[in-house]
């Protein structure tokens, strides 16, 4: 696939795409003759789990030790579980304080429904 249709795909930029071989998180990209990024399903999958789990909020620089240690070998299996591990649990207090974010906007929203249907019933009084 060309940088194109796997930016599309992905939809990510191709400047992302660029970018994220450059700083070695996909893969180098193999080229043809042209010189033109030739994608194989192996980079589309590196594609994909960098996009999600940069969509999942890690950061630059936890996926770079992750694809480092990947590149090392089963050796780093341990190493590379514990990355996740805390990654996921990070996530997982990340999700708490959004649901009680949300609890509090649902509060808020509550009373100013409650306000604005007082104010109504008062009107229909006058």
Known sequence: MTI????????LTQDTLRYYE???L??????????IRDYTEEDCRWVEFIKCMRSAGL??????????LFKQGDGTIKARKELLI???KRL???????KKTIERLDYKI?????????????????
């Open 4 to 11: 194109a249709e796997v930016s599309k795909k992905y939809d």
């Open 22 to 24: 450059r700083i070695g």
């Open 26 to 35: 996909i893969p180098e990209v193999n080229r043809n003759k042209s010189g």
């Open 59 to 68: 950061p630059i620089e936890v996926l770079i030790e992750y694809v480092t």
């Open 86 to 88: 805390e990654q996921r």
């Open 92 to 98: 997982v207090e990340k999700m708490d304080d959004m």
């Open 110 to 126: 509550e009373r100013y429904e409650k306000t604005r249907c007082e104010k109504e019933k008062e009107l229909k009084r006058k």
